[in-house]
């Protein structure tokens, strides 16, 4: 794409496109979310270090990057996605311990969710719905719905939670 064609697409002008081009300036926020509009890119596309991020991530179990809450969502989470180079979604492999739960609060955040349960017993509630998810049952919502979940298993739960735009669990 010619700095010509960029400039027409972003709505950026071409002496802009070519003086971040070459070093000269740096662009904005809103110049850089114009341009990665145009790629169909995050700003983060921009930004990240590229030697810490790939556009391809295998992994395995127990080598992935984990995180614990200990508070009373009692969850361990491993995220499948971590690494990865822009991510449109996070996607993170859970236990959830027994009695585990988000709080008495709802939550609500953009972006989708994703609830598959690979084995325990799981009770989500969206608004004014409650759905108990079985080993095997999914979930998919809109997250801007307030939303909370808890264990309601007599063991802790397998859980494969997916979130887009990421956010935290």
């Not at 003086?19 to 995050?42: D, H, W, Y």
Request: proline content about 4%.
């Amino acid at each position: 794409m010619t700095i010509q064609e960029l400039a027409e697409r972003s709505k950026v002008s071409s002496n802009m496109i070519s003086r971040i081009e070459r070093g000269l300036t740096i662009p904005s926020v809103q110049i850089l979310m114009k341009i990665a509009a145009v790629f169909g890119k995050s700003i983060n596309y921009f930004v990240e270090e590229v030697s810490t991020t790939h556009e391809v991530v295998f992994s395995s179990p127990g080598k992935r990057d984990k995180t614990v809450y200990d508070d009373e969502r009692n969850m361990h989470t491993e995220s499948f996605t971590s690494g990865l180079r822009d991510p449109q979604f996070m996607s993170f492999f859970c236990d959830v311990q027994k009695g585990g739960t988000s709080g008495d609060k709802n939550m609500y955040h953009p972006g989708d969710e994703l609830i598959y349960v690979l084995d325990g017993r799981i009770r989500v509630s969206i608004g004014d719905e409650v759905y108990i998810l079985n080993s095997g049952d999914s979930l998919s919502f809109k997250s801007h719905l307030p939303h909370r979940w808890d264990n309601i298993g007599d063991d802790d739960a397998k859980v494969i939670w997916t979130l887009s735009p990421f956010t935290t669990i």
